[in-house]
């Protein structure tokens, strides 16, 4: 009894060992998040590090492991006040007053990165009919996906699909015809996005339907960061409501994340809201926050939803957005509809 008794907390005491181990190497890595691709991809599981943290610490205290105690402890210290800030920061998300419900337009949006080898074609349909959103941005389409989803993009005013697979596929509908359409160009790692302005009998806002490079390599961690600074860029020279929804893969919690929020100026949807990851769907340990929805001045949200998984590895986002009545708007003088010259990979539909 006595052997298996030590056999027992040799056990427990190696595990925690391990434990914070991993915790320091990871706790080390994300510090050094901008030395390297590798040690970026650190930076997004705080919740992880705090969780484990939380219980190896009182364990290795316990078994005698007073450094490695107090090592946990110093790695809970760092990750738990970045979780904080996320967690209690300023949100974007109000209750509507009566004021605001008379005052403002509404926007009801669905953001999903669709898993370009799913055949959920019907699970999507199914969806959108049932949540009736304004605008949809989806994100890894293929032509298969474009071809499965026509009876739904029937029911659009205006769809646009724009290349083909993981890198490149991303398509935008919306119940209203846009004033103004700007999609990704021929080289699509530039600017993988797709904007359009809409006229909501009123106030105009811009859309932004964005899919950011894979950063599990140095090449796509490389341009995932360039497309970063280069959509906060833009965003930043808008003077105009405007929502910016899609798969970034970047968490809030990346210093990547960091230099777009000081270049585009624009508030988190997700700021001071309980934990919703949105990838993946088949992992709870693994789940983290890269489908993300950014918005500007004069557009505030009313819900903003982590919904139930349909057939892909990313959770869809729903989010209704009210729009103040009093804007400056993006475009004065008769409703058009601007239709720029696509590359041959892209289609668009009245």
Request: hydrophobic content about 45%; proline content about 8%.
């Amino acid at each position: 009894m006595t052997s298996l008794r030590r056999r027992d907390n040799s056990v427990v005491r190696g595990l925690v060992g391990i434990t914070v181990v991993v915790l320091i190497f990871a706790s080390v890595a994300t510090l050094g998040a901008r030395l390297n691709w590798f040690l970026d991809l650190f930076s997004h599981f705080r919740w992880q590090y705090v969780l484990a943290a939380a219980i190896a610490t009182p364990l290795a205290w316990l078994c005698e492991m007073r450094a490695l105690a107090l090592a946990c402890a110093a790695t809970l210290l760092l990750h738990l006040p970045v979780l904080c800030i996320q967690r209690f920061g300023d949100s974007s998300t109000t209750a509507p007053t009566r004021q605001d419900l008379a005052g403002a337009h509404s926007l009801r949006v669905v953001s999903f990165n669709v898993f370009y080898s799913s055949r959920a074609y019907a699970s999507l349909i199914a969806y959108v009919e049932r949540t009736s959103p304004d605008v949809v941005c989806l994100y890894e389409t293929t032509s298969d996906w474009k071809k499965q989803l026509a009876p739904l993009t029937e029911k659009f005013a205006f769809s646009l699909f724009s290349g083909d697979g993981p890198h490149t596929g991303l398509a935008c509908m919306s119940r209203s015809a846009p004033l103004r359409v700007v999609p990704p160009p021929a080289d699509v790692t530039r600017a993988p996005w797709l904007r359009f302005e809409l006229d909501l009998g009123g106030p105009h806002v811009t859309v932004y339907g964005v899919h950011l490079a894979y950063p599990v390599a140095p090449t796509g961690a490389a341009s995932r960061n360039r497309q970063l600074l280069a959509l906060g860029r833009e965003l930043g020279t808008l003077d105009s409501p405007t929502i910016v929804v899609g798969d970034f893969n970047v968490s809030p919690y990346s210093p990547y994340n960091d230099d777009f929020d000081a270049a585009a100026k624009l508030r988190d949807c997700s700021r001071g809201r309980p934990l919703e990851p949105t990838w993946p769907t088949w992992f709870a340990p693994l789940w983290i926050q890269i489908d993300r929805c950014f918005i500007s001045p004069g557009v505030s949200v009313a819900r903003y939803q982590v919904d139930t998984a349909i057939g892909s590895d990313h959770y869809p986002l729903l989010m209704d957005f009210r729009i103040e009545r009093a804007n400056r708007t993006l475009a004065d003088g008769p409703r058009s509809i601007e239709r720029p010259r696509l590359p041959a990979t892209q289609g668009i539909s009245p």
